[in-house]
């Protein structure tokens, strides 16, 4: 029979292990914003998740090669040196060297409504938004049983009437623009960029010639956007990028060596003065790809005869 003491040690692991795998999931499903949603009279108590992750992401730290150490950064004032954390506080510039000083309290005493409340104000169809105002995306979940009628009621009218909510939304030292659709059993809030914050394309595009391509070259183009069109699924694209960074990392963890590892490009570089022939370059393409087609043809012809015959 187990000791007391080993029973008892590995009794509060497996409650130390239970407890963290709980601390981990609540932490993965806290709320990036908790309020209601009002439409008129009516208050729809909230949650709002981030529906994005960036676990895939690969990060770097800044080391000092010859000793190995990582680089780490202190808070520090030009003639006085390193200061504490609780001597610095929030200054906005107003001239050169001149700053408007505020403490934490002062500005968590600028209060305005969107804090706490998202105002539905306006209703439009979701193709009048351009895409180039879409920011990033968040769940939206009522916040407990008896805000779920009215949340059901907002969702089912949003997508009878195919329209889209506007709201402005108070959260992190700004109020973001944001916008508000069904998504499933829940609601889908999506924030939007503001006019300012984006540029016109028409200044990059002046200089663009306005005439219209030669019907050949458009059928030929036409046809190669028809062979590869297909239903969007995210899950057929991967980061190939952040893939050869981690089989990069791993081989130089196993081979336990500072030594550089530069592998060859066999892709062949294009040369400045290669001039393309557009109309032969999208003939040969769609020729590539008919053949392609027929050689899946005939190897399934080939296949199911040979299945007849045994």
Known sequence: ???????????????????????????????????????????????????????????????HEPSGKRISYEKVVPGIGPVDRDEIIKGYEISKGEYVLLDNEEIEAVKIESRKTLELVQFVDFCEIDPLYFEKPYYVAPKDDLAEEAFVVLREALRKSKKVALGQLSVRGSEKLVALKPCGKG??????????????????????????????????????????????????????????????????????SNKAII???????????????????????????????????????TTTKRRKSS
């Not at 060859?264 to 999208?282: C, E, F, K, Q, R």
Request: include cysteine; glycine fraction near 4%; aromatic fraction near 8%.
């Open 187 to 256: 609601l889908l809030l999506e924030t939007l960029r503001y006019a300012d914050e984006v540029r016109q394309g028409q200044a990059f595009f002046s200089e663009i010639d306005e005439g219209k391509p030669k019907k050949e070259l458009l059928d030929l183009a036409t046809t190669l956007i028809e062979d590869k069109s297909a239903p969007f699924n995210a899950s057929e694209f991967e980061d190939r990028y952040v893939d050869a960074l981690r089989k990069l990392i791993d081989k130089k963890a196993k081979s336990k």
């Open 1 to 63: 029979m187990a000791p007391l003491s080993a029973v008892v040690c590995e009794t509060f692991a497996a409650f130390m292990r239970c407890f963290v795998q709980l601390e981990v999931l609540h932490m993965a499903a806290r709320a990036y914003w908790q309020g209601q949603i009002r439409l008129a009279l009516v208050s729809i108590p909230v949650e709002v998740f981030s529906a994005t992750k960036s676990g895939a992401k690969i990060r770097f730290n800044q080391i």
């Open 263 to 301: 592998e060859d490009d066999d892709a062949p570089t294009a040369s400045g003065d290669n001039v393309i022939d557009l109309m032969a370059a999208l003939k040969k393409s769609v020729g590539d790809k008919a053949k392609g087609k027929s050689a899946k043809k005939s190897s399934a012809k």
